[in-house]
C-alpha cells in the first residue's frame, strides 16, 4: 500500500528530529537503564523522546547537540524571567558564598513573604513549602483544622499537584455524558473519595447543588482560577464571584490554587475577577527558578500554624524556605511587578493575534485562547468551557499536536506538547514575530495531516 501524504509528512518530521538530535537519543538510552523510561517527571516526556539540555540562557534553551530552541515552556511556566536572568544570578551567587540552608531563619524568608503579602489583597500571612504540590496539600490541611470538617469540592480535571487527595479526577471523567463521577487512578487510595466531592468548571449550580447534599461537611471549594492543565480555561468573574458567594451562604471556605495564573496580574489572576479567596496557593514564578510553593491567606485561619499557639498544626521541611529559595524567590519577583507584568501581557496578546492570523491563512481549523502571556493552541473549534471540552477536542486532534510539537522543535521552538505556550520577559517582538512565522510554516507543511484531524473532528460525536 502507497504511503499518504500524511504519513510520510509524519514520518520526515520524525525523521529529522531523530537526525538532529542523536545526543539527547543516547542520553535517553543510557537513562532508561535507571530511570523508568529514561524520565523521572512524568509532565516533561513526549514521545518519541525529550531533548536533553545543555543550558538555558534568557529565551533560548540549548539541547546536547547544541541546537538552539526559543523556550515557551520555560519549566512549566515557572522561568518567568527566562533562563539564567543577571539579576536574579547575581543575587544568587552572593549568598551561594554565604551557604545555601542553615537550619535556622534567613531574613529573605520573611522579605519574600511580606513582598508576596504586600501585592495579593487576600494574603494576610502565608507559609512556604518545596512544591506546589505541597503547598495545596497543606492549604488543605489548613481548611480541614480551621474548619474541623474533612470534604472537599474539586473540579473535574484540575491540577493540584502529587498528593493523593487532589489526584481524584485528575483528568475529567469521560464515562458519563452528566456529572462527573469521582474516580481514582491506580496508585491512589481509593478511600480518598469519601471526602472528594467533584464538579465541573465553570457550573455554579453543580457546585451548589454538592454544598447543598453535605451541608456543614465542606471544609472548602479548591480550584484553579483558570483550568490550567485541563486546557488554559479561564473562569469568568461571574463564575469566581458566584462561587465567593456560594462559599459564603454555605460557610465554607474558597482556595484559589494560583500557582500558574498568579502570573497574570501583580496581585494574582484574583486581582483580574476581583475575588477575595479564603486562602491562596502559590508556586513556580515565586521561586526564581528554584523549588517552591507557598500557602497563605486570612490570618485567622493561618495562625493555626502558628507554634506559640496551644494545638497549632506541625508544617516542617528540612529544605523548606532554604536560602537559595528565598534569594532566587525574592530577586526574581522584584524584577516582575506591575510595570513587567503589564509588558509581558501585551507581548503576550500580540502573540497570540499573530498565531490566530497563521490559523485563518493557512484554513486550519483551530483556535488560540489569549491567557495574558500565556496561550493555549487548539486544533478544533469546539468550544472550551470545561476539562471535559478539552479533552474531547484532544482525542480527535492528539496526533497532529504530536507532528507538530516535534516539528516546531526541528524549527527551533519549544513549547509544551499539548499546546500551551507562555512567555518570559526576555522575550522580544522579533522573538514573538520569528515564532508566528515558524508557526505558519509548520501549519503549511503539515496541512495533509491538519486536514485529517479537522475532518475527523467534524464528524465526531460523543
Ligand atoms: C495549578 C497547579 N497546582 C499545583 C501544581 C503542583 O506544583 P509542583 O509541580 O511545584 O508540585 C501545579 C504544577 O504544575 C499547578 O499547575
Known amino acids: 500500500m502507497s504511503e499518504t501524504a500524511a504519513e510520510k509528512i509524519k514520518s520526515d518530521v520524525l525523521k529529522r528530529y531523530e537526525e538532529r538530535t542523536k545526543k539527547s537519543k543516547a542520553h535517553n538510552e543510557t537513562a532508561k537503564q535507571f530511570l523508568p523510561g529514561g524520565d523521572t517527571r512524568s509532565i516533561g516526556f513526549y514521545k518519541p523522546y525529550p531533548v536533553?539540555?545543555?543550558?538555558?540562557?534568557?529565551?533560548?534553551?540549548?539541547?546536547s547537540?547544541?541546537?538552539?530552541?526559543?523556550?515557551?515552556?520555560?519549566?512549566?511556566?515557572?522561568?518567568?524571567?527566562?533562563?539564567?536572568?543577571?539579576?536574579?544570578?547575581?543575587?544568587?551567587?552572593?549568598?551561594?558564598?554565604?551557604?545555601?540552608?542553615?537550619?535556622?531563619?534567613?531574613?529573605?524568608?520573611?522579605?519574600?513573604?511580606?513582598?508576596?503579602?504586600?501585592?495579593?489583597p487576600s494574603m494576610e500571612s502565608l507559609r512556604f513549602t518545596n512544591t506546589g504540590s505541597e503547598a495545596?496539600?497543606?492549604?488543605?490541611?489548613?481548611?480541614?483544622?480551621?474548619?474541623?470538617?474533612?470534604?472537599f469540592i474539586k473540579i473535574d480535571g484540575g491540577y493540584h499537584g502529587n498528593h493523593d487527595f487532589v489526584q481524584v479526577n485528575l483528568f475529567p471523567d469521560m464515562t458519563t455524558q452528566g456529572l462527573p463521577q469521582p474516580y481514582v487512578n491506580k496508585g491512589i487510595p481509593a478511600s480518598v473519595l469519601k471526602d472528594m466531592l467533584v464538579t465541573p468548571f465553570d457550573d455554579l449550580e453543580t457546585t451548589e447543588k454538592l454544598l447543598k447534599e453535605n451541608r456543614g461537611e465542606v471544609a472548602a471549594i479548591i480550584l484553579e482560577p483558570i483550568l490550567g492543565t485541563g486546557g488554559?480555561?479561564?473562569?469568568?468573574?461571574?463564575?469566581?464571584?458566584?462561587?465567593?458567594?456560594?462559599?459564603?451562604?454555605?460557610?465554607t471556605l474558597l482556595i484559589f490554587d494560583e500557582i500558574i495564573s498568579f502570573r497574570l496580574h501583580e496581585g494574582g489572576y484574583q486581582s483580574i475577577v476581583d475575588v477575595k479567596p479564603d486562602l491562596t496557593t502559590l508556586g513556580k514564578v515565586i521561586g526564581g527558578g528554584f523549588p517552591i510553593g507557598a500557602f497563605g491567606g486570612r490570618r485567622d485561619i493561618m495562625e493555626i500554624f502558628n507554634p506559640m499557639l496551644p494545638d497549632s498544626i506541625t508544617h516542617s521541611g528540612t529544605f523548606t524556605a532554604n536560602a537559595m529559595t528565598m534569594t532566587a524567590g525574592l530577586a526574581n519577583m522584584e524584577i516582575f511587578g506591575e510595570k513587567e507584568i503589564d509588558e509581558l501581557n501585551k507581548l503576550g496578546t500580540a502573540f497570540s493575534n499573530g498565531l490566530r492570523q497563521a490559523l485563518t491563512d493557512t484554513g486550519t481549523i483551530g483556535q488560540v485562547r489569549e491567557l495574558g502571556s500565556?496561550?493555549?493552541?487548539?486544533?478544533?473549534?469546539?468550544?472550551?468551557?470545561?476539562?471535559?471540552?478539552?479533552?474531547?477536542?484532544?482525542?480527535?486532534?492528539?496526533?497532529?499536536?504530536?507532528?507538530?510539537?516535534?516539528?516546531?522543535?526541528?524549527?527551533?521552538?519549544?513549547?509544551?506538547?499539548?499546546?500551551?505556550?507562555?512567555?518570559?520577559?526576555?522575550?522580544?517582538?522579533?522573538?514573538?514575530?520569528?515564532?508566528?512565522?515558524?508557526?505558519?510554516?509548520?501549519?503549511?507543511?503539515?496541512?495533509?495531516?491538519?486536514?485529517?484531524?479537522?475532518?475527523?473532528?467534524?464528524?465526531?460525536?460523543?
Open 52 to 63: 536533553f539540555a545543555e543550558k538555558g540562557n534568557g529565551a533560548y534553551l540549548y539541547d
Open 232 to 251: 488554559g480555561v479561564p473562569g469568568s468573574k461571574e463564575y469566581l464571584q458566584g462561587l465567593r458567594k456560594l462559599a459564603d451562604q454555605y460557610d
Open 136 to 151: 495545596t496539600l497543606f492549604a488543605m490541611r489548613a481548611a480541614r483544622g480551621f474548619t474541623g470538617r474533612d470534604k
Open 374 to 462: 500565556m496561550a493555549m493552541v487548539q486544533f478544533t473549534d469546539r468550544e472550551m468551557k470545561t476539562a471535559r471540552d478539552v479533552v474531547l477536542g484532544f482525542m480527535n486532534y492528539g496526533e497532529l499536536m504530536t507532528f507538530f510539537h516535534l516539528e516546531m522543535m526541528n524549527r527551533g521552538v519549544y513549547f509544551l506538547h499539548r499546546g500551551m505556550f507562555n512567555l518570559c520577559t526576555p522575550m522580544t517582538e522579533t522573538d514573538i514575530n520569528k515564532a508566528v512565522a515558524l508557526f505558519k510554516e509548520t501549519l503549511e507543511l503539515l496541512k495533509p495531516l491538519a486536514d485529517e484531524a479537522g475532518q475527523r473532528e467534524a464528524d465526531f460525536k460523543f
Open 65 to 120: 547537540d547544541g541546537n538552539e530552541y526559543l523556550d515557551f515552556v520555560n519549566n512549566m511556566t515557572s522561568l518567568v524571567n527566562g533562563h539564567a536572568h543577571p539579576h536574579v544570578t547575581e543575587a544568587l551567587r552572593k549568598q551561594l558564598e554565604k551557604g545555601t540552608v542553615h537550619g535556622i531563619p534567613v531574613e529573605p524568608k520573611y522579605r519574600l513573604a511580606e513582598h508576596l503579602c504586600n501585592r495579593i
